[in-house]
């Protein structure tokens, strides 16, 4: 019998990361489900139980190195091995730099940063023995444009997307593939706080900070479909991206087409 593909998605007990991981399992990969939020392993199972897939769960923190690496462990036993890893995690800060707490700084750049390293540096031993990995990092239209008050996220960002470069480039004799989706708004839990956040920074109502700032940027007026995020991760899990490497994919809404 063949087995089936499987997918590693950091951050997936929520948002973003929860939607790829049906989309996933719904073109029938196994997942291993990660996330902070303390129903991990009850949403783990009704996954796999909606779409019949094997799923885990591993509430590793991604500012943990060693946690990483044990879930990369579990994943690849149980799995028989990881095809796709998805670098989702991700936390988010809004303040002037003059009063950017220096431990939300350290948070965001290792959550959004440093654990993508981690996670690749786990898989990668694996995804180069069986000569096919595909990883796919979930950056922003923050990691290849700014906004003012989100320093550590955009440098984070930014970081990312330098650093997709650099392992499509590494990947490339191993048929491991790295590529990026950099989405505009999508209305998750992260956005839903960053509403609130902003609406104090900038002194407008949360209905003002929706018009006029977060979908003010975007040429279509429309927060990003989660369905469309997981078909384009899907297309960079598939063997029709292997030629395709090193890329960030804007999905938002022509914003950074300005
Ligand atoms: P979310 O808050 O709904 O989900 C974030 C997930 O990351 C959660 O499961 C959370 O538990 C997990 N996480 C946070 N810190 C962690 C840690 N230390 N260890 C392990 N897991 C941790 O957010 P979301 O909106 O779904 O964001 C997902 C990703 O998409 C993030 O990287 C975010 O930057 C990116 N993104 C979001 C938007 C948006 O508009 N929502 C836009 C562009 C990019």
Same mark, same amino acid.
């Given at each position: 019998?063949?087995?089936?593909?499987?997918?590693?998605?950091?951050?997936?007990?929520?948002?973003?990361?929860?939607?790829?991981?049906?989309?996933?399992?719904?073109?029938?990969?196994?997942?291993?489900? %990660?996330?902070?939020?303390?129903?991990?392993?009850?949403?783990?199972?009704?996954?796999?139980?909606?779409?019949?897939?094997?799923?885990?769960?591993?509430?590793a923190n991604m500012l943990k190195p060693e946690e990483?690496?044990?879930?990369?462990?579990?994943?690849?036993?149980?799995?028989?091995?990881?095809?796709?890893?998805?670098?989702?995690?991700?936390?988010?800060?809004?303040?002037?730099?003059?009063?950017?707490?220096?431990?939300?700084?350290?948070?965001?750049?290792?959550?959004?940063? %440093?654990?993508?390293?981690?996670?690749?540096?786990?898989?990668?031993?694996?995804?180069?023995?069986?000569?096919?990995?595909?990883?796919?990092?979930?950056?922003?239209?923050?990691?290849?444009?700014?906004?003012?008050?989100?320093?550590?996220?955009?440098?984070?960002?930014?970081?990312?997307?330098?650093?997709?470069?650099?392992?499509?480039?590494?990947?490339?004799?191993? %048929?491991?593939?790295?590529?990026?989706?950099?989405?505009?708004?999508?209305?998750?839990?992260?956005?839903?706080?960053?509403?609130?956040?902003?609406?104090?920074?900038?002194?407008?109502?949360?209905?003002?900070?929706?018009?006029?700032?977060?979908?003010?940027?975007?040429?279509?007026?429309?927060?990003? %479909?989660?369905?469309?995020?997981?078909?384009?991760?899907?297309?960079?899990?598939?063997?029709?991206?292997?030629?395709?490497?090193?890329?960030?994919?804007?999905?938002?809404?022509?914003?950074?087409?300005?």
């Amino acid at each position: 019998m063949s087995r089936n593909k499987s997918a590693i998605i950091t951050g997936s007990t929520s948002g973003i990361g929860l939607g790829l991981a049906k989309v996933f399992a719904k073109a029938g990969y196994n997942i291993m489900f %990660n996330g902070l939020e303390s129903n991990g392993a009850e949403i783990a199972a009704q996954v796999a139980e909606e779409f019949g897939v094997k799923t885990r769960f591993a509430g590793a923190n991604m500012l943990k190195p060693e946690e990483i690496q044990a879930m990369v462990k579990e994943a690849e036993e149980a799995f028989d091995g990881i095809d796709v890893l998805i670098n989702n995690a991700g936390v988010q800060f809004v303040a002037p730099i003059d009063e950017f707490p220096e431990d939300r700084w350290n948070l965001i750049i290792g959550v959004n940063l %440093n654990s993508v390293f981690h996670t690749t540096k786990a898989v990668w031993p694996g995804m180069k023995a069986r000569q096919f990995g595909r990883i796919i990092n979930i950056t922003s239209a923050h990691g290849i444009r700014a906004s003012e008050y989100k320093s550590a996220y955009v440098a984070a960002k930014h970081g990312v997307t330098g650093l997709t470069k650099v392992l499509g480039l590494e990947g490339a004799p191993f %048929n491991i593939t790295c590529n990026a989706i950099a989405p505009g708004y999508v209305k998750t839990p992260l956005v839903e706080g960053q509403i609130a956040d902003q609406a104090k920074a900038h002194k407008l109502s949360e209905q003002e900070v929706v018009e006029k700032i977060m979908l003010y940027k975007q040429a279509i007026k429309r927060f990003i %479909n989660l369905e469309s995020l997981g078909q384009a991760a899907l297309f960079f899990a598939s063997e029709y991206s292997s030629e395709t490497t090193g890329i960030t994919l804007p999905m938002d809404g022509g914003w950074s087409s300005q």
